[in-house]
């Protein structure tokens, strides 16, 4: 069956985790249980959530058969915006699409865009459903799209506030335009970010970077 995306409707969705499946996720939202498909990678984080309040970034589509008239409406959940923004280019690739792509989908967003980044073809043939010619269409397409996504270095073991990811996205940038390649603006602000520490501006989080590279 094909997948048909909607004009963007319900973006975001939260509501007691009830249940917990292979590819789904099921929240009570007042009187309404909704099932929204989830890929591996955000079904790992929400595994001790069951019960507890959650909220899903959303794409919604429509999976059916136009020919046939059975067309039933679906959504995808993410746990932040930019692992949706990601899904979403990466379904754009010829030969992906949200099926594979649902499938495909079991390393975390900064894995999979770190090794676009870094053209690792091989490593991303062996994701699943994703053979050596799609892995190399997806890193002609993406790779000079996904370097901010690759940013999401800590987050598993550190997870940030909407400012938070905005003060980091600003800090790459800023180096970039300083004349660091786009592997080494990553790397400075990765091994700022492991201290666990929070940073109100750019400009503290770069006080920083220079700070630990001038010891190092």
Same mark, same amino acid.
């Given at each position: 069956?094909? +997948? +048909? ?12 985790? @009830? =249940?917990?499946? @292979?590819?789904? =996720? ?5 009187? +309404? ?14 595994? !001790?959530?069951? $019960? ?13 058969? $136009? ?6 409406p679906r959504m995808i959940g993410f746990l932040t915006e930019a692992e949706r923004e990601? +899904?979403?280019?990466?379904? %754009? ?13 079991? /390393?975390?967003? /900064? ?15 062996? @994701? ?8 190399? /269409?997806?890193? =002609? #397409? ?5 370097? #901010? ?8 073991? @550190?997870?940030? &506030?909407?400012?938070? /990811?905005?003060?980091? &996205?600003?800090?790459?940038? =800023?180096? *970039? ?5 786009? &592997? ?6 990765? !091994? ?13 989080? *770069?006080?920083?970077?220079? $700070? $630990?590279?001038?010891? %190092?």
């Open positions: 069956m094909d +997948f +048909f995306q909607t004009e963007k409707m319900i973006t975001k969705i939260t509501g007691k985790l @009830l =249940a917990l499946h @292979l590819d789904a =996720a099921v929240l009570e939202v007042g009187q +309404f249980e909704y099932e929204i498909l989830i890929p591996e990678f955000t079904r790992r984080h929400l595994q !001790s959530e069951v $019960q507890k309040q959650v909220s899903l970034h959303t794409i919604e589509y429509i999976e059916g058969n $136009q020919m046939q008239s059975r067309m039933t990601f +899904f979403e280019l990466f379904c %754009s690739v010829d030969g992906v699409g949200v099926k594979k792509a649902l499938r495909a989908m079991i /390393r975390p967003v /900064r894995e999979v865009a770190a090794a676009i980044e870094e053209k690792e073809e091989k490593w991303l043939s062996s @994701l699943p459903g994703i053979g050596a010619a799609t892995a190399e /269409r997806i890193v =002609a #397409k993406l790779r000079r799209k996904v370097p #901010k996504f690759a940013l999401m270095a800590v987050r598993e073991e @550190l997870p940030e &506030s909407e400012t938070q /990811r905005d003060v980091v &996205s600003e800090t790459y940038e =800023a180096l *970039l335009s300083l004349g660091h390649s786009e &592997s080494e603006a990553r790397r400075f602000i990765d !091994s700022v970010l492991t201290a666990k520490k929070k940073f109100k501006d750019t400009a503290e989080l *770069l006080q920083a970077i220079y $700070q $630990q590279s001038g010891k %190092s």
